[in-house]
């Protein structure tokens, strides 16, 4: 089934990006969002095109020299790497520190392979939101002071999310062209991871993506995704 896909880290779904090096794909999540303190200090990875949720994995496939160095760095103090969103104009200033985003989501390494020739290839899975305050150039890649953003659903908003899974199945499987009868989403997927891995995953462009992990909780990113997707939807194609 296509969520399954989406909780492991089938090779066959790995693609490079021909900008980045990073390879965007699918990966197992094994804790819940927003159970981590982050260190106030913590490596970050900037992508034009790739955004990471809580408790949602994501395959990367490192070369660049800094960012070697920041694998190798981060192996060694805590695993933990932040994903952020390059802003619109990094192309200018690739190589140097061009804007990010302030909100990313940090990510531990569950999986690492060491290549022969110094590249990686890893697995982060998501753990939880922060924003970048700040920024410590004492490295040649990017270091970010950062404010923890957790995600904790209460018992009131985890029965609107339940409430809500059955139409955001029906628009997600619409959106991927999926057919046929009986459920199309493992029913023991938790209705958060749900929700995440479909913003993760669905064909959505960057800046869309990254409007959905703004959001302030799994349920306003839940009624966001099923606002673009009915949008989507009814618009002419």
């Given at each position: 089934m296509w969520m399954v896909g989406l909780l492991s880290v089938p090779s066959a779904m790995w693609a490079q990006s021909a900008t980045t090096g990073a390879i965007a794909g699918s990966g197992a999540a094994q804790a819940g969002p927003g159970s981590?303190?982050?260190?106030?200090?913590?490596?970050?990875?900037?992508?034009?095109?790739?955004?990471?949720?809580?408790?949602?994995?994501?395959?990367?496939?490192?070369?660049?020299?800094?960012?070697?160095?920041?694998?190798?760095?981060?192996?060694?103090?805590?695993?933990?790497?932040?994903?952020?969103?390059?802003?619109?104009?990094?192309?200018?200033?690739y190589e140097g520190r061009p804007p990010v985003y302030p909100i990313g989501c940090a990510g531990l390494i569950t999986h690492v392979e060491r290549l022969p020739d110094g590249r990686f290839n890893i697995v982060l899975r998501g753990l939880a939101k922060f924003r970048?305050?700040?920024?410590?150039?004492?490295?040649?890649?990017?270091?970010?002071?950062?404010?923890?953003?957790?995600?904790?659903?209460?018992?009131?908003?985890?029965?609107?999310?339940?409430?809500?899974?059955?139409?955001?199945?029906?628009l997600a499987a619409a959106s991927i062209g999926r057919s046929g009868s009986g459920p199309r989403f493992p029913p023991e997927i938790p209705d958060e991871d749900l929700v995440n891995a479909l913003a993760q995953y669905l064909e959505l462009d960057p800046i869309e993506r990254q409007d959905l992990l703004e959001r302030q909780g799994v349920l306003s990113r839940s009624h966001a995704l099923v606002e673009l997707l009915e949008r989507r939807a009814v618009a002419p194609r």
């Open positions: 981590l303190v982050l260190p106030p200090t913590i490596p970050i990875f900037p992508l034009p095109d790739g955004v990471l949720f809580p408790n949602v994995s994501l395959p990367l496939h490192i070369f660049e020299p800094r960012y070697r160095a920041m694998v190798a760095d981060a192996l060694q103090s805590g695993e933990i790497i932040g994903m952020v969103l390059l802003q619109p104009g990094w192309e200018a200033d970048v305050t700040g920024e410590d150039q004492s490295r040649p890649y990017r270091l970010a002071h950062v404010d923890a953003m957790p995600e904790l659903p209460d018992d009131e908003e985890k029965a609107a999310l339940r409430k809500e899974r059955q139409r955001l199945e029906v």
